[in-house]
């Protein structure tokens, strides 16, 4: 079994920054594949961008060049640094795990609880 906890949501105006984080606990961090997906209000759950353990990434082409993913596996930690925000980047941010090291925008099994950001124009 794996925690995920979000942190880091809030409201920002259009162009603006935000940093989300996500603490993992329970098992080896650097046995799984961390990714970051989003909800808005009454639209599927959709990827974000992923991370491998050596550092690989890969990222939704409506976030290329504006997002960044990291992690620090010393202090089982993912992040998500959100630059230019949009409107249209509101939503529920969710940080999730699988095993293994293929990096794959599906079939993740651990899901955090997670965080609201709401952009405003």
């Known amino acids: 079994q794996v925690q995920l906890v979000e942190s880091g949501g809030g409201l920002v105006q259009a162009g603006g920054s935000l940093r989300l984080s996500c603490a993992a606990s329970?098992?080896?961090?650097?046995?799984?594949?961390m990714g970051w997906f989003r909800q808005a209000p009454g639209k599927e759950r959709k990827f974000v961008a992923a991370i491998s353990w050596t550092g690989g990434t890969t990222y939704a082409d409506s976030v290329k060049g504006r997002f960044t993913i990291s992690r620090d596996n010393a202090k089982n930690t993912l992040s998500l640094q959100m630059n230019s925000l949009k409107p249209e980047d509101t939503a529920v941010y969710y940080c999730?795990?699988?095993?293994?090291?293929?990096?794959?925008?599906?079939?993740?099994?651990?899901w955090g609880q997670g965080t609201q950001v709401t952009v405003s124009s």
């Open positions: 999730a795990a699988r095993p293994g090291a293929v990096l794959t925008d599906n079939l993740y099994n651990y």
């Open positions: 329970g098992r080896t961090f650097s046995d799984y594949v």
